[in-house]
């Protein structure tokens, strides 16, 4: 996965053909950040998301960062995954995360393949109860990490808590 942002679309689409062009497999696009005041509305968002995935043609991950000064309503999101399949996976870092990925996973249904916490995992055990997918943490202790996904996805939650509890005590 590589990060393809900038706040020119067409140096976005240029850098999502390079990333593809060299062997990624997915992008994590998120909306432009132009600034305090200027911020891109949905039909905008929705065409420079579409450009990208047409020039890049591969999977794409939207981030939903309020760092952008866009907000990505789950409505937009679900519009995107069912309009453009390319976009079927969505790293939620907004206020209140939890109830996210599920609110976006029963509205998109199939269309929907992988929201993710993007909290560094601070809220990654009540998001993944929720629906999350895993976490996307940085470099941030993924042999730690690993185990409690891993545990959680098969419906171990307690012992998906013992690994945090380990590191943590």
Known sequence: MITCKHFSTQFAIERARYAAAR????LMLMPPYLGVSLNADAPSMFDRFGRVADAAKISILVLN???SGVTLTMSF???LARE??????FNIEVPFAAAKPRTLTDAG??????????????????DLDAGASGTIPGALLPDLLRPVI???????RREA???MEECCH
């Open 77 to 79: 999101l679900v519009r």
């Open 161 to 163: 808590v013992l690994p």
């Open 23 to 26: 062997g990624a497999s997915l």
């Open 65 to 67: 960062a309020l760092l």
């Open 150 to 156: 891993d545990h959680h996805t098969t419906g171990r």
């Open 84 to 89: 453009m399949p390319r976009f079927s996976y």
């Open 109 to 126: 249904g199939e269309a929907i393949l992988g929201p993710f916490d993007g909290e560094e995992a601070i809220t990654m055990m009540p």
